[in-house]
């Protein structure tokens, strides 16, 4: 199995990776509050963060890593509750041959590793669940999540094979069934490469009926989180290997784009509050992490909370914005955190 949590500690130089904080140590410690924010644990490399609707639920992924398979885990936010979807008694796989003809089944449970999360509501309580994954291949699986009270059924419905050789990062649906999916990293090359510039990836569109394809213009240094407007127009993609949050006008030929400078290696985006975006990572300075919002139109850029380098929690890769929580998870570790916004 691709293990990129494993390959990313050892071989990146950046400050955030520069921590003196094994996993088995993290993982170790009683999951009590740090000043400032509260735990959850046993949830492992939960890289990222999904609100489910307004149902109360959080949805985050599970990358692989040391001797540890992927998961999907679903939190309830009212008791603090988690468990694992995959390995529930009530997952089961229904291949939609019609939607996937490219997808050679059935999805791995035994050898995956869920990364980034792209969720669509299409009838209440109803959701499709989009995941980009490594492992037994290279692909977005595509699930059903249906939600009825306290309770959560998966189904796999499909996949879209990828390219091999390629780690694809995060993943965006698009309003036809498509989407939009980053090419973080070249196995054999490794994440030095793409966060240095060596080589640089681009967004993936796939729409229905048609074969995955780089969009031109696209190119960045480490492309990572990637979210979109409601009406298409606009991709938002952080360029974790220049620290920038760009954004492609995708109604313009060529593509046109414009970014702002952050001082956090930010990974992951979400839509926030009305016309906010939210992302996190370590601080370019090395000292822990920030969690930074973004106006989507003005692309102007508040710092909004954050843990020096004393948390418990570190290599924080997500934020999801609950209420007058935040929440975050990690590529590397063994919990996710949330405290009350500054």
Known sequence: ?????????????????????????EQSDACVADSGIS?????MN????????????????????????????LINTEDNGWHDLVS????????????????????????FSAHGLALRETVDGMFNLYITSHGAREAIEIFDLELAGDDAKLTWRGCVPLDESIMHNSVAILNDGGFATTQFMEWERGIAASVTGQ????VVVWRPGSEPAVVKGTELSGPNGIVVSEDNRYLYVAALGTRELVR??????????????LDIILDNIRWGESGKLLTAGGNVGGNGWSVVEVD????????VGGMDGNAILQRVSSALQVGDQTWVGTYSGDRVGYFVRN
Request: glycine share 10%; with cysteine.
């Open 1 to 25: 199995m691709k293990s990129f949590t494993t390959s990313v500690v050892a071989v990146l130089s950046f400050p955030l990776f520069l921590l003196t904080q094994s996993l088995a140590e």
């Open 39 to 43: 735990y959850i644990c046993g949830l």
């Open 296 to 303: 989507a139109a003005s692309l102007e850029a508040t710092r």
């Open 199 to 202: 080589v640089k990836g681009g």
């Open 248 to 261: 492609f006008d995708l109604s313009q030929e060529p593509i046109a784009s414009d970014s702002v400078a």
């Open 88 to 111: 529930a008694a009530n997952f089961s796989q229904n291949l939609d041959s019609n939607s996937y003809p490219s997808c050679v089944g059935p999805f791995d449970t035994t050898n």
């Open 46 to 73: 939960a890289e990222d963060l999904l609100s489910v609707g307004d149902s109360g639920f959080i949805l985050t992924s599970g990358m692989s890593g040391e001797g540890v398979n992927g998961h999907l885990y």
